[in-house]
């Protein structure tokens, strides 16, 4: 049973066009998050939710929008898609509050090509 | 600001061991370090905590020097297995995790 899982694996897409990834976790915690890993392994946070809410927005263009429905799920949608948004995203999550030690619980990543 | 890594990159023969190290201009109260294998996502290794408190995983180890702002992953009598990228990360303001740039471990047979 899979903690944190991401879909689509694998997205190939052309320029200009609109894709979405969706993440859902069943370790019942309280913060997910969007990490983008470009081709040079670099890590960067993207958006945080706590319990639906957003938290953290680094410094992205306003073609991604983070949606979270409910605790346990959190998607990331993209518009008019450029070449440099060809990297792996990968969906996290970590307890929140108190109880929170900064672990985080990756998805396996969703790879995301635009020719 | 990220935390800074070295060295880029590692090789090893079985058996060796290997440190990697992490340092930030900011004060820290945590370290965390990952390890990711090609194709997969990053697997969480070990927190440190504010305290200079050294921890274990194994034949994998780690100290934390808040004073120099700095930590070390130290890999005794490497093994295959321990093939990887290996990440540092700092713990900033909305439980913000900033990772470094990532270590490229090899151990070859």
């Known amino acids: 049973d899979t903690a944190v899982s991401q879909t689509p694996k694998y997205l190939v897409t052309q320029m200009g066009n609109d894709k979405s990834i969706k993440c859902e976790q069943n370790?019942?915690?309280?913060?997910m998050y969007w990490y983008k890993q470009d081709s040079k392994k670099f890590l960067k946070i993207m958006f945080s939710y706590n319990n639906k809410e957003l938290i953290i927005n680094e410094t992205v263009p306003n073609r991604f929008s983070p949606k979270s429905p409910d605790k346990a799920h959190l998607n990331l949608h993209i518009n008019s898609l450029e070449l440099g948004d060809s990297a792996v995203y990968f969906c996290a999550s970590s307890r929140g509050g108190a109880k929170n030690t900064g672990e985080l619980f990756f998805g396996e990543g969703s790879r995301l090509t635009v020719l | 600001q990220q935390p800074v890594q070295s060295p880029q990159a590692v090789i090893l023969r079985e058996g060796e061991d290997a440190v990697i190290n992490c340092s930030s201009s900011?004060?820290?109260?945590?370290v965390h370090w990952y390890r990711q294998k090609h194709g997969e996502a990053p697997v969480f290794l070990m927190i440190?905590?504010?305290?200079?408190e050294q921890k274990g995983h194994d034949k994998i180890s780690a100290s934390f020097n808040e004073k120099k702002q700095q930590s070390s992953l130290y890999l005794t009598a490497s093994q295959l297995s321990y093939s990887g990228t290996y990440f540092c990360?700092?713990?900033?303001?909305?439980?913000?995790?900033?990772f470094g740039a990532g270590t490229i471990l090899r151990v070859k047979s």
């Open positions: 370790l019942g915690h309280d913060t």
């Open positions: 900011k004060a820290l109260y945590s």
């Open positions: 990360g700092t713990l900033e303001y909305g439980n913000k995790l900033v």
């Open positions: 440190l905590l504010k305290g200079g």
